[in-house]
């Protein structure tokens, strides 16, 4: 089993950027793919990013192309998001979540543990 506990989100002005962490427990944290997903008011929770345990192989959303990077450290159990220039439409919940595959095709589906969530609001 795996425990997943954010942080970094907060409320952030255009153009700025942020990096959310994603602190893990549990034995299965370097075999699980680690996924980012977001969801805005009103709105279903969506893929954002995902990387694989053992290569790092890395996928993203195409609205995440160019601004968002996914990584992590495997010693420190910890995954990891950094969004540059943060426009008003990356307002959101960031989740992180644990999977068992990496796929272009990530969905909710697909997943085996969610984080609580972190608060991302950018102001214009």
């Known amino acids: 089993q795996v425990q997943l506990v954010e942080s970094g989100g907060g409320l952030v002005q255009t153009g700025d950027s942020l990096r959310l962490s994603c602190a893990a427990s549990?034995?299965?944290?370097?075999?699980?793919?680690m996924a980012w997903f977001r969801q805005a008011p009103g709105k279903d929770r969506e893929f954002v990013a995902v990387?694989?345990?053992?290569?790092?192989?890395?996928y993203y959303a195409d609205s995440a192309k160019g601004r968002f990077t996914i990584s992590r450290d495997n010693a420190k159990n910890t995954a990891y998001l950094q969004i540059n220039s943060l426009k008003p439409e990356d307002t959101a919940v960031y989740f992180c979540?644990?999977?068992?595959?990496?796929?272009?095709?990530?969905?909710?589906?697909?997943?085996?543990?969610w984080g609580q969530g972190t608060q991302v609001t950018v102001s214009s």
């Open positions: 979540a644990a999977a068992p595959t990496t796929t272009q095709a990530m969905s909710v589906r697909l997943i085996d543990y």
């Open positions: 549990g034995r299965t944290f370097s075999r699980s793919a």
């Open positions: 990387i694989s345990w053992g290569r790092g192989t890395t």
